[in-house]
């Protein structure tokens, strides 16, 4: 059995944030916006633009554009505060919300336009051997993609007891 030391929140909370940055890579956005996300994904209160610029140590213009996308990709709000001038930020909290959003955000900047451009690929005209098996390649490509498209827009669309029991069928 692997023994692991116990952790200091303060260590803990970085080394989430940083690595959680890292990942951010994986699902199409920058380190910063991913550090952002992170940080009000775990945070417990509402968030200034100044809290997550001095927690971050980042600039202004930087957390602004990146709390802007993150609103955009719809996984960020802003939250009013009474007496308070400034905006607040918070994450939502429901991780298999986040990642409906996040694949359904991918969907549409990746696979949606892959699609429409096999889509017009395909009507080139011609018989010589290239020409159709040039075809041939792009009809089979749109149609994979647009099978994985699919099964991407029933998860986005899917609550999470619907998800875990169909994969638990195609696991079996």
């Given amino acids: 059995m692997l023994y692991v030391c116990p952790m200091e929140f303060d260590e803990a909370k970085n080394k989430f944030i940083q690595n959680w940055g890292r990942l951010g890579s994986s699902w199409g956005i920058n380190k910063t916006m991913a550090q952002i996300h992170a940080l009000l994904l775990i945070s417990p209160n509402i968030l200034s633009t100044e809290d997550i610029m001095e927690e971050l140590k980042i600039s202004r213009g930087n957390a602004n554009m990146n709390i802007r996308a ?11 505060k009474a007496g308070e001038r400034r905006d607040f930020f918070s994450a939502e909290k429901d991780i298999w919300e986040v990642g409906r959003r996040i694949t ?3 969907q549409k900047r990746e696979v ?6 096999l889509n017009q690929l395909k009507t080139i005209e ?3 051997e290239e020409e159709v098996a040039f075809k041939s390649a792009i009809t089979d490509l749109e149609a994979f993609t647009t099978s994985l498209n699919g099964v991407v827009d029933k998860f986005v669309k899917s609550d999470e007891h619907w ?7 195609f696991v079996k």
């Fill in 104 to 106: 359904q955000e991918r």
């Fill in 70 to 80: 993150l609103i955009d990709w719809g996984i960020v709000t802003k939250e009013y």
């Fill in 112 to 117: 949606e336009p892959v699609l429409r451009i």
């Fill in 163 to 169: 998800f875990y029991k169909s994969l638990l069928k």
């Fill in 126 to 128: 011609g018989k010589s």
